[in-house]
């Protein structure tokens, strides 16, 4: 079985939140549908990536791999499913230009039964301008 891939190359805001320790990242990205506005937070105990727009998810992963609601709409319904987050790595890196690298990994069920086990990977770069 092959490996669906899908590659994005998109510009967005990274930031730290230096008071709770939350990492923030910010992008729009266009398709067929329309905008999508996408915000990830990361803390020690979660992750949260949210999108609103042409498509209106939340998915909620907790580091203890418990399992959680995500909620999409699509616009004709609301699909309601759980994930679980299986494994996340952070890696950031500030030696002159700012760079990083987000991977995490999750399994989405209906009604109990694995969807499918999906793999995030996002390369962050500082803008050079």
């Known amino acids: 079985m092959e490996e669906e891939r899908t590659e994005l190359t998109l510009s967005g805001v990274f ?3 230096h008071t709770t320790g939350s990492r923030y990242l910010h992008y729009e990205e266009e398709q067929e549908a329309g905008t999508i506005r996408t915000v990830l937070k990361i803390t020690d105990q979660e992750v949260l990536l949210m999108r609103s727009g042409a ?3 939340r998915m909620h992963f907790f580091r203890e791999r418990k399992r959680s609601t995500v909620s999409v709409d699509y616009g004709v319904g609301k699909l309601m499913m759980e994930s679980e987050l299986l494994n996340i790595e952070e890696v950031y890196v500030q030696e002159g230009l700012f760079s990083g690298k987000i991977d995490f990994q999750y399994e989405l069920l209906d009604r109990g039964v694995n969807i499918g086990i999906f793999d995030v990977s996002m ?3 500082e803008d050079k301008e």
């Open 15 to 17: 930031y730290l939140d």
């Open 55 to 57: 498509v209106n998810m």
């Open 123 to 125: 390369i962050l770069e």
